[in-house]
């Protein structure tokens, strides 16, 4: 079925970005636990800690299935109550404060045949801000669009910017990136196997862009300010998460 060849997939992103990244941070390892959702799946938790580049980092795999709760039917304007939802979300918080934060999420969501679609995308948090790092970032990002499509770069960089922004601080949460969400063959000319393919180019462009951002910052000096600075950036992060993050508010609200 085609939800288990996306799951598939996107285990298999997991696992290189997982293997790359612990090569790039040369100390920490990711420890994993798996678990099993009531009602119906499960996934593959790995957090890395305390390395020579990453204070701490996820990279998460799930895939899980069940029945929606109400509010979620009504958010989404859907009547159906079963559903499966897989993806993998990735957030690191590096030791430099002059590495990025970095955010990538990619899933694909599913109640039948007529209601099913792909979202993601990732995003750049800068403790402090390197014009040529987001410059390259958004490069990046924008050959990976534009090998599918050359409309979706502008577009998906617009709903980023939209997106990310913390709205009662007037302030954006970093230099923005892509972000998407109901990706499905009638509002992008693709089939669903296109879509599967731009949704893992979008996880294959992650490892790259991170350990190039990485490589290019992480011997840089930095002095207890800095990290002071690393602190409150980080408290506006969990801060978006809290209030405005659309992932965490179905997680919660579905247990998975």
């Avoid at 790359?20 to 636990?33: H, N, R, T, V, Y």
């Avoid at 800095?226 to 609200?253: I, M």
């Amino acid at each position: 079925m085609f939800r288990e060849e996306v799951a598939l997939a996107y285990q298999e992103i997991q696992d290189s970005i997982c293997e790359g990244l612990a090569i790039a941070d040369g100390k920490a390892k990711f420890e994993e636990e798996l678990w099993q959702r009531d009602g119906g799946g499960g996934g593959r938790t790995r957090v890395m800690q305390n390395g020579n580049v990453i204070e701490k980092g996820g990279v998460n795999f799930s895939a899980v299935y069940g029945k929606l709760p109400e509010a979620v039917k009504k958010a989404f304007k859907v009547d159906s109550d079963d559903f499966f939802a897989t993806g993998v979300s990735i957030v690191m918080h590096p030791e430099n404060p002059f590495v990025p934060i970095i955010h990538m999420n990619i899933r694909y969501f599913e109640m039948d045949e007529q209601t099913r679609w792909f979202g993601g995308g990732i995003d750049l948090t800068p403790h402090y801000v390197i014009p040529t790092d987001a410059r390259f970032f958004h490069h990046r990002l924008k050959q990976t669009c534009d090998s599918f499509d050359a409309s979706f770069y502008p577009k998906f960089k617009a709903t980023a910017d939209d997106y990310f922004f913390i709205k009662h601080r007037e302030e954006t949460r970093g230099v923005g990136g892509i972000f998407y969400d109901r990706l499905k063959p009638e509002s992008t000319g693709l089939d669903f196997n296109q879509i599967l393919e731009f949704s893992k180019a979008v996880g294959n462009t992650f490892l790259p862009i991170y350990t190039e951002l990485i490589d290019r910052n992480r011997d840089q000096e930095y002095k207890e300010e800095h990290k002071e600075w690393q602190y409150l950036r980080r408290s506006r992060y969990a801060e978006f998460n809290l209030v405005y993050d659309a992932g965490t508010k179905f997680g919660l609200e579905t247990n998975g």
